[in-house]
């Protein structure tokens, strides 16, 4: 698969801000956000989509999930967020390394990534 800018970003080649890491992802703000917070959750592994991981990445899909989870918590959104993970061009994916997108703070009606999908 192509490298991405997210590949870089998990490995530290670009610079960026983790507001969380562990050893199986990253977690940084959206640097074009939709809502007032909007985290990406990355994992480091490098799967370009959602229709490419496969059952071994069963535990890893979920730890993505629940570090969202976490990190709403922390900031206080916990009752009310959207999660939202774009596949291929036409889910509106623009990064093929798959990330999960953790947005709120905003009525969800605005917060949309790809609102005519909605
Ligand atoms: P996608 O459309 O692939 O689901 O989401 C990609 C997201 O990554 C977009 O919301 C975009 O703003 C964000 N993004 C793209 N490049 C960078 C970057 O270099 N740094 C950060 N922090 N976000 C990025």
Redesign the pocket.
Known sequence: MADT?FGK?TRGE?P?TFVYEDDQCVA?????P?APT?I?VIPRKPIPRLVDASADDQALLGHLLLVARELAEQRGVGDGFRI?I?NGEGG????FHL?V?LLAGAPMAEAG?APDMQ
Do not use: F, K, W, Y
């Open positions: 800018i970003i670009v960026a940084i703000n959206d640097i074009n939709q909007h990406l939202v774009n509106g994916q623009t990064v990330h997108h990534l």
